[in-house]
């Protein structure tokens, strides 16, 4: 079955340091999305691709970077961790329909 | 500024009874809504959607209501089962506005009692 998974699940770091967050879709979908889930925000976008070599900015992309060499991956790296940046995130994919699908998520810590 | 809003934190519904969670919305250039239904450490899982030229799409259990005219949706679980209880997220989309993310509310924590 297709599916779409992230590590790492769990993910502590400090402060300054960088972190890269992983995600692979094997749907072959050409849209892919990270998201963050804070208390008292919901899910927020912070950055999204239409295909390879394709990267856009989201609502809150400042601290974050993506790069999409496949189809399949959508890597997302925060260049110098920050406190702000403790979150969980979720990856999501979507094809022709506009149903998004997401991933379990990756809790991250920066300490 | 918020352009999606679920206004009820958490609602606690007998099981059996009907469930009904509530989304208003500011931005008229949303055109697609879904609704997401998550667990505690899982992923948000698609429920259902509705397109802006619809005012009703039902699917088993679950029926989402659109009123355009007072920016205004709402999702009906009859009957409410215990594996109901969970967090819905009410969630929108701008078609060809450039920005292709969902746009999220805060979620509403549904809690189906026995």
């Known amino acids: 079955d297709a599916e779409i998974t992230q590590s790492p699940r769990h993910k502590i770091t400090e402060t300054g340091r960088q972190v890269t967050l992983a995600c692979h879709q094997t749907w072959n979908h050409n849209n892919m999305f990270w998201y963050r889930q804070d208390l008292g925000h919901g899910l927020r976008l912070i950055h999204y691709s239409y295909g390879v070599q394709d990267t856009n900015k989201g609502e809150v992309s400042d601290g974050y970077s993506v790069s999409r060499s496949n189809t399949e991956d959508l890597p997302l790296t925060l260049e110098s961790a920050a406190s702000s940046q403790t979150s969980v995130y979720f990856c999501a994919s979507s094809g022709l329909a506009r149903e998004q699908y997401f991933g379990p998520g990756t809790r991250l810590t920066v300490t | 500024d918020q352009q999606v809003k679920q206004n009820s934190p958490s609602l606690s519904v007998q099981e059996g009874r009907i469930s009904i969670l509530n989304c208003d919305y500011t931005n008229s250039m949303f055109d697609y809504f879904l609704w997401y239904k998550k667990y505690p450490a899982e992923g948000p899982t698609f429920l259902i959607s509705?397109?802006?030229?619809?005012d009703k799409n039902e699917d088993g259990r679950f029926t989402v209501f659109l009123n355009k005219s007072a920016k205004h949706l709402s999702l009906h679980i009859v009957p409410s089962q215990p594996g109901d209880s969970a967090v819905y997220f009410c969630a929108a989309r701008v078609v060809g506005g450039g920005a292709d993310g969902l746009t999220f509310g805060k979620g509403t924590h549904l809690i189906i009692q026995p």
């Open positions: 509705i397109s802006s030229i619809k």
